[in-house]
Every structure is written in structure tokens, then in C-alpha cells.
């Protein structure tokens, strides 16, 4: 059976994964609108036939009228919108008390509200053709708490429970949604020493450590990202994707144990927990609430 030809729209496409997304989903066949910040940095194949189904496009994500714009210029070039891929990224190193306030807002426009808007735009695509698929890609960080990053964790965090919550939204009618959790990845962008602000010395066992351990370490570096591209277009497939992905040996090991902690700590002040209800109310199991607001392994 032939392969169905999707248009792409990938945000942080001069990036080393957004790149790498770029150039799988064109050799798949598939129409790309390839944007970033600045379009001359997104990288172009030579001449070829795949030539004719690249767009490059520079979009502002923390602009909502240049995402709506975006997504218009797709459905004129290509004639739809089937894929979302949100990689566009931003990052800052430094103790939450020393960071510039800018700084700290820069990493939630761009991680948070960057997608925020990209995924309305895209909605009013997808949402009347009540088909599609919007990934968002996040980090293991979003399930982390690591002493200088709190600025950029705190924006995967809010991606994280954003993307929930559309799945379960949107996956009735037919739009599909994926949280992309990846561990480190050999990329130019985590090369390198992380660059830290000064910074009030208290915080040199916390914030101070971690940057050294991380400078330019393999073993935080683990991820392909030729083969996280792959992976991310399969899911793209998938009629049932996982809400939640892990990439990387490294994601894999830290998800399950970040969830165990949090048990272990939940279930050592779970009698304290329950004294805090109203006297005379049943089971919070046997409510046609807690029906609701279940966990659910798939939206649909």
C-alpha cells in the first residue's frame, strides 16, 4: 500500500532535532513547512525532488498571530495540515533567586506559550477535518526537579499537563497528541560547557554542581537524534500514540524511579492526607467525580 503523502509543520527546525525531523519526514514523502526564528539558519537540502516539499518560514512561536500565520501558509503551499511537531526550544542555567526575570519569562514564552499557540493555530485546521497529529516535545526534565533549571523544567512541567489535557480534549474528535519525553540528546545544542550567570554562592552545591557534571559529559548526552526522528514519525502513525514518550535509555531508567519516589512520598503521608475531608462523606472512589477525573491510559 502506498504511503499517504501528510503535510508537516515542525517549529525549531534550525535545531540539531527539529533539523533531523525535517529531513525524515522528507524522505518519507511528506511535505514539510520547516520554521524557526530565522529562517536562514533552518537547514536546506541541496536541489532534489524533495526540494519541492520543503517551505522554510521564520516564525516567532511566542507570537500567536505568527503561528496563525504559519499554519495559513502551510494549508496555502501544501493544502492542509495533518502533523504538528512543536521542537522549538529554549533553555537557561542559573539558581530561580539569581536569574533574571526576563530570562525566566523567556523560557516560558518560548517552551510554554510558544506551543501554546502553535496548537490553536493548528486546531483550527485539524479540529473541522477532525483528523491529525500535534507532538509536542518536552524533556525527562518535565518530570524532574533539577537544581538550575528551574526555570526551564518549570516550563516542561506546564507543557506536560497541557498536553494531557489536550489529548483528552481533542482526542474524541479525531486529533491525536503525543508528549515527546527525551533524555539527552548528541546534539550541538547540548555540547559544550552550560553556561552559568553568576550566582550567590549558597548555591554552588546545588546549581554549581550540576552545571560541572553536565558540561560537555557523555553519559547526559546519550540520545541519537537521527533515531529520535524516526521514532517520533512513527508515532505520528499511530492510531492509539502513547499521550507520554519516553526517548533515551537515560529517560527510561530516570521515569519509572521519579514516579516511585513520588508514591513512596505520597503513601507515607496518606493518613494525613485523608484527616482533611468533611466528616460523613463516602469513599472519593465511589463518586461519579473520581469517575471523571480517572487517569486514562488513552483519550479516545
Request: a negative charge.
Amino acid at each position: 500500500m502506498a504511503q499517504t503523502t501528510k503535510t508537516f509543520l515542525i517549529s525549531g527546525a534550525a535545531g540539531g532535532l527539529g533539523g533531523r525531523l525535517v529531513e525524515a519526514a522528507l524522505r518519507d514523502g511528506h511535505n514539510v513547512l520547516a520554521t524557526d526564528l530565522a529562517a536562514e539558519a533552518v537547514p536546506v537540502p541541496v536541489p532534489d525532488e524533495r526540494s519541492d516539499r520543503l517551505r522554510v518560514l521564520a516564525m516567532d512561536v511566542t507570537s500567536a498571530a505568527a503561528a496563525r500565520a504559519a499554519v495559513a501558509y502551510a494549508v496555502g503551499e501544501f493544502g492542509g495540515l495533518d502533523v504538528l511537531i512543536n521542537s522549538a526550544g529554549y533553555r537557561s542555567v542559573g539558581s530561580i533567586e539569581d536569574m533574571p526575570e526576563e530570562e525566566f519569562r523567556r523560557n516560558v514564552e518560548i517552551n510554554f506559550f510558544g506551543t501554546v499557540n502553535t496548537v490553536r493555530a493548528a486546531l483550527a485546521v485539524m479540529r473541522p477535518q477532525r483528523s491529525g497529529s500535534i507532538v509536542n516535545v518536552s524533556t525527562i526534565g518535565g518530570r524532574r526537579a533539577q537544581p538550575g533549571l528551574g526555570a526551564y523544567q518549570a516550563s516542561k512541567w506546564a507543557l506536560g499537563g497541557f498536553t494531557e489535557i489536550l489529548a483528552r480534549e481533542v482526542g474524541p474528535i479525531g486529533i491525536r497528541v503525543t508528549l515527546v519525553e527525551p533524555g539527552g540528546i548528541r546534539t550541538p545544542w547540548s555540547a559544550g560547557a552550560l553556561p552559568v550567570p553568576a550566582m550567590r554562592d549558597e548555591y554552588d552545591g546545588t546549581v554549581g554542581v550540576f552545571a560541572r557534571t553536565y558540561s560537555d559529559n557523555p553519559d547526559v548526552r546519550r540520545g541519537d537524534p537521527d533515531r529520535m526522528a524516526r521514532a517520533i514519525l512513527r508515532i505520528t502513525d499511530e492510531p492509539e500514540p502513547p499521550v507520554r514518550f519516553l526517548l533515551g535509555s537515560d529517560a527510561a531508567w530516570l521515569a519509572p524511579r521519579i514516579g516511585e519516589a513520588r508514591a513512596a512520598e505520597d503513601a507515607a503521608w496518606r493518613e494525613v492526607s485523608l484527616s482533611t475531608d468533611l466528616d460523613g462523606l463516602g469513599d472519593f472512589a465511589d463518586t461519579p467525580v473520581a469517575r471523571m477525573v480517572r487517569p486514562l491510559a488513552h483519550p479516545n
